[in-house]
């Protein structure tokens, strides 16, 4: 079970870091694109989501 925790967390992170370039790359002109952020944003907040609901309803205890 703590295997698949691990490799789910693994993957988030995997996750985050391919996303982290984009949320910190400087456009330059115009307003800010916050686009990247809000990509992170969701998948952090999915990760978060998901965990509740696996500890919540699918880990046995």
């Given amino acids: 079970m703590m295997k698949k ?3 789910g967390v693994s993957m988030a ?3 985050i870091l391919t996303m ?3 949320v910190l790359a400087n456009v330059g002109e ?3 694109d916050y686009s990247g952020i809000t990509g992170l944003y969701y998948v952090l907040i999915a990760a ?3 965990y509740g609901v696996w500890d919540t309803f699918i880990k046995k205890s």
Wanted: charged letters at 0%.
């Fill in 13 to 15: 992170s995997a996750m």
């Fill in 48 to 50: 978060i989501l998901g």
């Fill in 5 to 7: 925790m691990l490799a």
């Fill in 30 to 32: 115009g307003p800010p």
């Fill in 20 to 22: 982290a370039p984009q």
